[in-house]
Structures are given as C-alpha cells and as structure tokens.
C-alpha cells in the first residue's frame, strides 16, 4: 500500500468533512450534489477498468433508490437497513445480469446494460400499486429533517465507501486482474486469471455502491420516482467526471467530479434544459483530444517542465 497516497487521500476526506463547518447551506448543498456523483462517477470507473463499460448506472441506481424507499416505507425499515437492501438489491441484480451476459464482450455487455437502464423505469410505472406509479412514492420526511449538516456528512461517508473500494480495486492485485483482462484477455487467461470471476466480482461490487447511492438520494429527497430515479444525468454526468478527471484512476473521477459538479451547478441555472448537451460534448471532447484527462495532462506537463529543467 502506497502511505503517502493514503494519507493524501485522508487528509482530503478530513478537510471535506470540514466544510459544513465554514460554508453556507447553498454551497454545502452543490458540494452534497458533487459527492453523489462523484461515488457514481468512481463506480463506474472501477468496472471499466476491467475494459468493460456499464451503461446501465442510471438503472441500478433507480434499483437502489426504488428498494431503500420502498422498504422504509411498505416494511417500517429503519432508514439504515433500507439503504443497505437498497445496495444489496442493486448488487443481486447485477449478479444475475452478469451471470448471463458478462461472457459477452465490447459492446454487447454494454448494449445489454443500456437496455436494462431502459426497461426498468417502464417496470416502475406499470406497478403503481406498488411504486406509485409515474407519480412515484414520497417519503413522510427527509433524513436529518433536511438539515445540510447531516445530510453532507452521510453523503461524505458514502462516498468515503466509493474511494475505500476503489483504492482497494488499485492498489490490490485485483488491479493486476483488471488490467491484464483489459489489456488482453487471452494473455490474462494464460497466467491463470479466472476472467468471469474477476469481471462478475467487479460489476456486482460496482453496483453495490451505484444502489447504496440511490437509496441514499432517496431519503435526502424524500421520493423516487421513474422519470427523476433513472434519469440519464446519472450516467451521463459521471461518466463525463470520470473522462474529465482521468480514467483507471481513484484521483481522476475525484477530480472531474469536483470541476464539473462545480460547472454543472452554474450550466443548470443558464441552461436548465440543455446541460445534458454539455455533459455529452465533454465525453466527446476529452475521448477524442484528451483521453487521458485532466490529470494527465497535468502529468504530462510536469514531466517535459522536469526534463527541459535537467538540461
């Protein structure tokens, strides 16, 4: 394990958590809405290390929000073990998806997710006896009564989670595995890599975090429903933080979370039906001028400043 990344990262996490402390509610709330994506934005980084790209995060999301609310509200769960389920639901349908479409590859594993992302918001409205409906189902009250400090420091915690898991997925060999599976997946099977394992592994643990995310935006907001669960921003704005900041990385979704969380907050006010055009311009623009994101470029530009210093 790498102390001195570790110790950068919880000293990070330290100075984030002190932000409640000195701003005010409505940057606190912007920095709750970053925190969100950036756990989604790291989750889908961490399978698409493996070469594999989910299009489905929006889906699995809804999953989660869908279950922990419902729980909560049809079962008397207490709002802690009704997030949980809500991961856990996520995490067992992906399990099962993957058991019968992760010996796919390139795009079909993603066309595959893609089109469950889409089938499960008509599932919610053609149970209104059960999701309420196209109306949805709202919650008697918000968690901490919507009171920011709480609720940033909850959210902070989950995304705590993200990183955890994501610094385990980079810095165990499962980041070995991810990348020789990547890189080429027959070499990979040459030294005794056990592939679907590894890929079913990483998309089930993935969509844990993608369903806990959901199920704690539920109770925050104090509702699901289908058009706002699985609304496509939940796809697209994390994957566009996670090419903006550098992929294959824990710090790149950090990153391009932090710059177009921040960015987004300010599209929605001057474009509040077009920022979605934003988000897929940048997705374009970064993979096709600057793959390797913002980090590396910083990189890339330190190391030819250090080399025209040695000369």
Same mark, same amino acid.
């Given at each position: ?34 925190? *969100?994506?950036? #756990? ?14 989910? =299009? ?10 869908? #279950?922990?609310?419902?729980? =909560? ?21 992906? !399990?099962?998806?993957? +058991? ?20 499960? $918001? ?5 149970? $209104? ?70 890929? +079913? ?6 969509? *844990? ?20 669960? =699985?609304?496509?921003? !939940?796809?697209?704005? $994390? ?60 990189? #890339? ?11």
């Amino acid at each position: 394990m790498n102390l001195k990344r570790t110790a950068v990262l919880v000293g990070g996490i330290a100075v984030a958590a002190a932000v409640p402390l000195w701003l005010g509610a409505y940057p606190v709330q912007v920095a709750i809405n970053i925190l *969100f994506y950036l #756990t989604l934005a790291l989750s889908w980084d961490m399978l698409l290390r493996s070469g594999q790209i989910n =299009f489905g995060v929006s889906g699995l999301f809804g999953v989660g929000a869908y #279950t922990g609310a419902l729980l =909560f509200l049809n079962l008397g769960l207490s709002r802690v073990w009704a997030i949980l389920a809500g991961g856990v639901a996520a995490a067992v349908l992906a !399990f099962l998806v993957g +058991l019968a479409v992760l010996g796919l590859r390139g795009m079909y594993f993603a066309i595959t997710s893609l089109a469950i992302a889409m089938i499960l $918001p008509v599932v919610a409205r053609n149970i $209104p006896t059960v999701t309420g409906g196209p109306a949805g189902r709202m919650l008697p009250e918000v968690i901490f009564r919507g009171e920011v400090r709480g609720t940033f420091w909850l959210v902070l915690g989950l995304a705590v989670i993200a990183i955890g898991l994501s610094e385990l997925f980079q810095q165990s060999r499962i980041r070995f595995a991810l990348t020789a599976i990547r890189n080429n997946e027959w070499v990979a099977k040459s030294c005794g890599i056990n592939v679907f394992r590894y890929l +079913l592994f990483a998309f089930t643990v993935t969509s *844990f975090i993608q369903g806990l995310a959901g199920a704690t935006y539920a109770h925050v907001h104090g509702f699901v429903a289908p058009e706002g669960t =699985f609304h496509v921003s !939940f796809l697209l704005l $994390p994957m566009a933080m996670a090419l903006l900041g550098g992929i294959y990385s824990t710090e790149g979704s950090i990153v391009g979370a932090v710059i177009l969380g921040t960015l987004s907050e300010y599209l929605k006010l001057q474009i509040p039906y077009g920022h979605l055009l934003v988000y897929g311009a940048v997705i374009v623009v970064v993979t096709l001028f600057a793959p390797r994101g913002v980090l590396g470029i910083v990189r #890339t530009g330190v190391n030819k400043f250090l080399l025209a210093w040695e000369r």
